[in-house]
Nanobody, 127 residues
Framework: QVQLMESGGGSVQAGGSLRLSCSGSGFPQRGYCMGWFRQAPGKEREGVAS????????SYADSVKGRFTISQDNAKNTLYLQMNSLRPEDTGMYYCAAFQTRRPWLCDYGEYLYNYWGQGTQVTVSS
């Protein structure tokens, strides 16, 4: 059973950086899509970035390209989201998620495919 837990959220000023981490019991080592999602107050949850467990097919939402980097350290059983040049519009609850698949190209097809979710970590960016 995969259980995920996020950490690393906090409050920063615009232009600052944060690194989110996701780890937990049964952490996926291979054959999984891993993703980061976020939900701002009053808005629907949206995909931020995704990656396959072999490190391939990293994908990003247009709004974070060039600023965020998703990565995975299998030795530490941890998924990361490095967030630089943060903006107030990046504020929200950030979730990591995973689903098992042999098809890496599905990683950015939508959150409905993800069946393992963490409880989220709050990121607040002030102007």
């Amino acid at each position: 059973q995969v259980q995920l837990m996020e950490s690393g959220g906090g409050s920063v000023q615009a232009g600052g950086s944060l690194r989110l981490s996701c780890s937990g019991s049964g952490f996926p080592q291979r054959g999984y899509c891993m993703g980061w999602f976020r939900q701002a107050p009053g808005k629907e949850r949206e995909g931020v970035a995704s990656i396959y467990t072999d490190g391939s097919t990293a994908s990003y939402a247009d709004s974070v390209k060039g600023r965020f980097t998703i990565s995975q350290d299998n030795a530490k059983n941890t998924l990361y989201l490095q967030m630089n040049s943060l903006r107030p519009e990046d504020t929200g609850m950030y979730y990591c998620a995973a689903f098992q698949t042999r098809r890496p190209w599905l990683c950015d097809y939508g959150e409905y495919l993800y069946n393992y979710w963490g409880q989220g970590t709050q990121v607040t960016v002030s102007s």
